[in-house]
């Protein structure tokens, strides 16, 4: 009480005139300093910018007050996720997200034996590969930024238990089509495990929906992983699946206890009816590759052409550091390519229209090197 009675004393002696124009006084300092403060801009984080589709939620929603005190029953998923593909449900295992599938995979594959990386890949690869007690080898990308499938193929040796590779690559958005796929399945030995990271298959170029089921016919070790995290907005809902061909194995790779009953509807309803959605941010993605490509075109950055919202960055007169730093002076954070033992890269997470004029202003901007 007394701190608020000497806030309003100060106004004692005061005529109205002179507390009013004191009052209007800080009114438009504040409002100068709050015009003054750029927001943050997270452009590091890889998943999509935008929430569910709401029916997506409301299928999560009513699934979790149907039945949170009940364990969920896998197989309505499963079946609809094989019918997708064009393979039997024993070849599925619902999972949470690609990551923790890949991480059980390893565990089950990697001990004791060398795992040939397509690199730069997905971030947390080697030490998924290291906590499976297998050793991780760097197969380095083609000059375009795409999985090199002849140096992986000759990178699988007596010791390799596995070659993995994402389509499209995060961090450069680079795919690789199916009938290539279907090429290095061909070439690398039965013994090797072919693993096929395709998290952002969504934002890649158009391909049946049977492809992962020609890998599966064609190769017997081969796992497909599939994640609702990015195009589908599901971070949250951890949601994912895998397709092999030994259920057992399949067994090993997915949660002990099952995926949870609000992410399993809201798989379900993406998979019955988020084809339109999908759609949207497909282009919306593609469009923003293309606009930070042409506002580009007459600064030293640039990108790899490929798919999807990531961008791997480059400056032909700056490194990595510079770079992610210049840009943090501006509050727009990026991924630098030291993640990834690359020093002249930055990973950037594309977000929209408003953002990409930001970020392709603030790389205008930046000082010659």
């Known amino acids: 009480m007394r701190r608020f009675l000497d806030y309003y004393r100060q106004f004692e002696e005061l005529s109205p005139e002179e507390i009013s124009r004191d009052l209007l006084e800080r009114h438009h300092a504040e409002r100068d300093r709050a015009l003054a403060e750029v927001p943050a801009l997270d452009l590091a984080t890889p998943s999509w910018h935008e929430p569910p589709d709401a029916e997506a939620v409301?299928?999560?929603?009513?699934?979790?007050?149907?039945?949170?005190n009940a364990y969920p029953d896998p197989t309505p998923l499963r079946e609809a996720l094989a019918a997708r593909h064009g393979v039997v449900s024993d070849q599925v295992a619902p999972g949470h997200g690609a990551g923790e599938l890949l991480h059980a995979a390893f565990r089950a594959l990697a001990a004791d034996g060398e795992v040939a990386v397509a690199w730069p890949g997905w971030g947390p690869l080697p030490r998924l590969v290291h906590e499976g007690d297998g050793a991780p080898v760097a197969v380095p990308l083609t000059a375009d930024g795409a999985p090199d499938l002849e140096a992986l193929a000759a990178a699988a040796g007596p010791d390799t238990r596995a070659v993995v590779l994402c389509t499209p690559n995060d961090p450069t958005g680079a795919a690789v089509a199916p009938a290539a796929l279907l090429e290095l399945a061909a070439r690398i030995d039965d013994a090797v495990w072919l693993i096929v990271d395709a998290a952002l298959a969504e934002f890649g170029p158009d391909?049946?929906?049977?492809?992962?089921?020609g890998l599966l016919a064609a190769r017997e070790r081969v796992i497909v992983v599939r994640s609702f995290s990015k195009a589908h907005a599901m971070a949250g809902f951890r949601a994912g699946y895998a397709l092999a061909n030994d259920a057992k194995l399949l067994a090993r790779l997915a949660p002990v206890a099952g995926v949870?009953?609000?992410?399993?509807?809201?798989?379900?309803?993406?998979?019955?009816?988020?084809?339109?959605?999908?759609?949207?941010r497909r282009a919306a993605a593609a469009l923003e590759r293309e606009r930070l490509a042409e506002a580009l075109r007459v600064t030293p950055f640039s990108f790899p052409a490929g798919h999807g919202h990531l961008v791997w960055l480059s400056s032909t007169e700056h490194d990595g550091a510079a770079i992610a730093g210049h840009l943090a002076a501006q509050r727009i954070y990026v991924t630098p390519g030291t993640a990834w033992g690359d020093d002249r890269h930055v990973r950037v997470a594309l977000r929209g229209g408003a953002a990409t004029d930001r970020l392709a202003a603030a790389l205008a901007g930046a000082p010659a090197g």
């Open 58 to 68: 409301n299928a999560a929603t009513y699934a979790l007050r149907r039945a949170v």
């Open 207 to 213: 391909e049946p929906d049977d492809a992962a089921a």
């Open 260 to 280: 949870s009953a609000p992410a399993q509807a809201a798989m379900l309803w993406a998979l019955e009816n988020g084809e339109p959605v999908l759609a949207r």
